[in-house]
Structure formats: structure tokens, C-alpha cells
């Protein structure tokens, strides 16, 4: 029987396919990408990580399994904690002045994960933060396989997400995924994927918002 990871995957594949095709990425990859851009997305980076830890706090006080809690705690500590102390290395390597206020896709994305926790079953919820994880780590090996460039600037953000440390942890986070999409109904499960596709979108537009340096217009 397929599992329910492996229909996601398929389902979100042209999504993925757009985001290794984004300019950003592409950039990034080849260390062509403006520092700017780059700094950019770190300030909003590390606002939606603020919000995204106390997401996966909040599907690990949900949860019943003791194992799967202690695994969701360990993604809102030890693997947050990576992701900031990479932003300060970053942060400080950088002398564009950026505003700290959320961008609209990034108060977008927050918004939307704090909504499937807040008012959704914690299935869709725990599909909903899955991308963050699959999708960033299949982008650090996609680049990590595909690169051209030496001595990229960008290289230790490209380490860290295609390391074998946070592989561990994006496996853990499928393979709960495709746990509790076992145990629930046909209904939850198709919310489960819907939650993983619009997070999926959301991904890219992260992305093309950094890329774009996006700004409210009013």
C-alpha cells in the first residue's frame, strides 16, 4: 500500500519542480544570488521560524504518543536553535539594513500554520509543518548535488539543510506523518494533503518574496 507521504510527494511534485527552477534558488546554488535578497530572506526566515516553533510546540502538547512528543519538542528546540544560530552567522556577514516587520507572505504562512493548529485536526496541523522540513532538505540536496560554484558565500546555509543531521530530523517528521495518517480517516487524510499542498505553495512564495524583496504597498 502506497503510504501517505508518497502520495504527497507526488501530489506536490510540479510545486517542488517550480521551486528548484526559482531564480532564488538557482542563484543561491551558482553564490550569484544579491546579497540583499539573501539578507532578506534571512530577517523573514528567522520571523517565521519564531512562529513556527511555537507551532510544533503546540502539536507536540497535543500529542499522546511519548515518543512523538519528545520528537516534536526536539524539532522546536534543537533544530530551530540550528536554524537561528545559521541567521546570526548570516546576519552579521551582512550590512543591509532590513525592516524586521513581516512581510505579507511570510504573516501569510504563519497565519495559515497557526490556523491548522488553532482550528483543524492536529493531523492537519502536523501535514500542514511538513513542507518546512521535506521541502528544504530535498532543495539542500538538490543543490548540493547539482552545484557548480566553489567557495559560495552561501555554502554553510546549503550544508545545513543537505546535512545528515536534519535528514534524521525530516525523517522522523514523514515518518509520523505517515503514522498517524494511518490511523485516521479517508476524510483527515485528504485534508492532510490539502494542508501539505497549500503549505507546499507557500514554500515557493517565501521564496519569490525574498527574490522580489517584497513590501506592503501601503
Same mark, same amino acid.
Given at each position: 500500500?502506497?503510504?501517505?507521504?508518497?502520495?504527497?510527494?507526488?501530489?506536490?511534485?510540479?510545486?517542488?519542480?517550480?521551486?528548484?527552477?526559482?531564480?532564488f534558488?538557482?542563484e543561491?546554488?551558482?553564490?550569484?544570488?544579491?546579497?540583499?535578497?539573501?539578507?532578506?530572506?534571512?530577517?523573514?526566515?528567522?520571523?517565521?521560524?519564531?512562529?513556527?516553533?511555537?507551532?510544533?510546540?503546540?502539536?507536540?502538547?497535543?500529542?499522546?504518543?511519548?515518543?512523538?512528543?519528545?520528537?516534536?519538542?526536539?524539532?522546536?528546540?534543537?533544530?530551530i536553535?540550528?536554524?537561528?544560530?545559521?541567521?546570526?552567522?548570516?546576519?552579521?556577514?551582512?550590512?543591509?539594513?532590513?525592516?524586521?516587520e513581516?512581510?505579507?507572505?511570510?504573516?501569510?504562512?504563519?497565519?495559515?500554520?497557526?490556523?491548522?493548529?488553532?482550528?483543524?485536526?492536529?493531523?492537519?496541523?502536523?501535514?500542514?509543518?511538513?513542507?518546512?522540513?521535506?521541502?528544504?532538505?530535498?532543495?539542500?540536496?538538490?543543490?548540493? %548535488?547539482?552545484? @557548480? *560554484?566553489?567557495?559560495?558565500?552561501?555554502?554553510? +546555509?546549503?550544508?545545513? &539543510?543537505?546535512? /545528515?543531521?536534519?535528514?534524521?530530523?525530516?525523517?522522523?517528521?514523514i515518518?509520523?506523518?505517515?503514522?498517524?495518517?494511518?490511523?485516521?480517516?479517508?476524510?483527515?487524510?485528504k485534508?492532510m494533503?490539502? %494542508?501539505?499542498? @497549500? *503549505?507546499?505553495?507557500?514554500?515557493?512564495?517565501? +521564496?519569490d518574496?525574498? &527574490?522580489q524583496? /517584497?513590501?506592503?504597498?501601503?
Amino acid at each position: 500500500m502506497t503510504k501517505w507521504s508518497e502520495h504527497a510527494w507526488e501530489t506536490i511534485q510540479p510545486i517542488y519542480n517550480k521551486i528548484v527552477e526559482h531564480p532564488f534558488i538557482t542563484e543561491l546554488k551558482e553564490g550569484t544570488l544579491p546579497e540583499e535578497k539573501f539578507a532578506y530572506y534571512i530577517q523573514q526566515d528567522a520571523l517565521y521560524l519564531a512562529n513556527f516553533g511555537k507551532v510544533l510546540s503546540g502539536i507536540a502538547s497535543k500529542l499522546s504518543d511519548a515518543e512523538h512528543i519528545q520528537d516534536f519538542l526536539g524539532f522546536s528546540t534543537g533544530t530551530i536553535m540550528v536554524e537561528k544560530a545559521l541567521h546570526k552567522t548570516f546576519i552579521q556577514s551582512f550590512s543591509v539594513n532590513i525592516s524586521t516587520e513581516k512581510s505579507p507572505s511570510c504573516m501569510l504562512y504563519t497565519n495559515y500554520l497557526q490556523t491548522q493548529l488553532a482550528a483543524h485536526p492536529l493531523e492537519v496541523a502536523i501535514a500542514a509543518v511538513l513542507p518546512c522540513f521535506w521541502i528544504y532538505k530535498e532543495v539542500g540536496d538538490y543543490i548540493l %548535488a547539482t552545484q @557548480t *560554484a566553489t567557495n559560495n558565500k552561501y555554502q554553510t +546555509w546549503i550544508d545545513t &539543510y543537505g546535512g /545528515e543531521e536534519f535528514a534524521n530530523s525530516v525523517t522522523k517528521a514523514i515518518e509520523i506523518s505517515d503514522y498517524i495518517a494511518l490511523k485516521t480517516t479517508k476524510d483527515i487524510q485528504k485534508q492532510m494533503l490539502d %494542508a501539505f499542498t @497549500t *503549505a507546499s505553495k507557500m514554500e515557493w512564495l517565501f +521564496w519569490d518574496s525574498a &527574490y522580489q524583496l /517584497e513590501s506592503w504597498r501601503i
